[in-house]
């Protein structure tokens, strides 16, 4: 598979995946499964090659906010609790990768922060060789977010929505799609504002910002919800598409091209 082929980075929620609502770590084993189907059936090899990305949900939202590792670790509970965050991770990923497996989607994964460094939370580094290498044998490498070294905090959180944006531009992605747990961009938070209207698409291009309506996420959140997701986009110039991964049939439409929720350019 030449570097030439067109690169999709596919990012699927900790909110699709897990029970968000939930303060406790539960997987959705059957959304998980119809996902895998999914990315099986959308992806064609000879098209374009795949990162994909996940989100930690309900495997990492609530123990970050209770123990403030996002913010820095200085004590042994708060090493206890990195460690801890990092073994739930790799836990989520595990059920992902096997789903993926076992629908025969070639999936190998990479666990970012053994090569991440972050500076005041934003990533700065992360070693890309073995990944470009592994998408050039026609492997599709699984990166989630994760708790990563920082070199001004000691830790802080590397979220899925940051390494979509950096692998992007790394890289030379063709798209992001952001598999998440709303339609996709409105003019306000649709969980919190009932005229909140749809917006087909958006244009972080320009000087304008980003839409003054897109927040955080309404659920316990550590890494800035819709809001972070369109920053990292706008700052890696990513065009792409957020959509609603808990649909049935999005995530496979997603990757055949249709255009499945809010289409996102930049400029
Ligand atoms: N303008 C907006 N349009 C759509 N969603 C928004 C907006 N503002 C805030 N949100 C919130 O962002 C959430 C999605 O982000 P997040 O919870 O981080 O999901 P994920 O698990 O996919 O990362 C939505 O569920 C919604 O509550
Ligand atoms: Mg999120």
């Not at 629908?103 to 890309?128: D, I, R």
Request: glycine share 14%; proline share 4%; charged share 25%.
């Amino acid at each position: 598979m030449s570097s030439q082929t067109p690169l999709t980075i596919l990012k699927i929620g900790g909110s699709v995946i897990t029970d968000r609502k939930d303060e406790k770590p539960r997987i959705r084993g059957k959304g998980l499964a119809r996902i895998a189907r999914e990315i099986r059936e959308g992806w064609d090899p000879g098209k374009f090659r795949l990162i994909m990305i996940h989100g930690a949900g309900s495997f990492g939202h609530p123990i970050v906010r209770r123990t403030g590792i996002d913010l820095g670790v200085r004590n042994e509970s708060q090493r206890i609790a990195m460690g801890e965050t990092q073994r739930l991770q790799s836990e989520l990923s595990t059920h992902v990768v096997r789903h993926l497996l076992r629908f025969g989607v070639p999936a190998f994964l990479c666990q970012p922060s053994a090569s991440a460094v972050m500076e005041a939370g934003s990533l700065v580094s992360l070693n890309t060789e073995a990944l470009e290498g592994l998408v050039r044998i026609g492997a599709v490498p699984v990166l989630n977010g994760v708790p990563a070294y920082d070199r001004v905090q000691g830790c802080s959180i590397l979220s899925g929505d940051q390494i979509a944006g950096f692998l992007y531009r790394r890289l030379g992605g063709t798209r992001i799609l952001h598999g998440t747990d709303v339609k996709g961009i409105y003019t306000a938070d649709p969980s919190r504002d009932h005229r909140a209207r749809f917006l087909a698409t958006v244009d972080l291009g320009g000087s304008s910002g980003l839409p003054t309506g897109v927040t955080g996420s309404s659920v316990t959140d550590v890494t800035g919800g819709m809001r972070k997701k369109l920053e990292e986009m706008r700052t890696a110039g990513a065009r792409g598409r957020i959509f609603d991964a808990t649909t049935r049939g999005n995530v496979r439409r997603a990757l055949l091209g249709e255009a499945v929720g809010t289409g996102v350019e930049c400029g």
